[in-house]
């Protein structure tokens, strides 16, 4: 007899409760697209500082999307306050 793999083994290994096993895997993978692009503009930003105002937001973006992954209020708040920050 062999073993069958049930679906149940195919959950994400960062499920959350109270989120929903695909809500989390979006929120990761828009997590890991600003990671990448952060890392993309540093390179930029190397290059030229004209890229510098969207290096930044990035990091704010990412700080509020990691806040937002682990639904810490109090980080979510502060990632806010320093994106409004650096905006003016």
């Given at each position: ?22 809500a ?22 190397a290059i ?34 320093a ?6």
């Amino acid at each position: 007899m062999g073993v069958h793999v049930s679906t149940a083994y195919r959950m994400p290994l960062a499920f959350r409760p109270g989120m929903s096993a695909r809500a989390n895997t979006k929120a990761e993978r828009e997590l890991a697209r600003l990671r990448k692009a952060h890392a993309t503009v540093a390179q930029l930003v190397a290059i030229d500082l004209v890229y510098l105002p969207i290096f930044d937001r990035l990091e704010a973006e990412i700080a509020a999307a990691e806040a937002e992954l682990i639904k810490d209020p109090i980080a979510k708040a502060r990632a806010i306050a320093a994106s409004q920050r650096k905006r003016t």
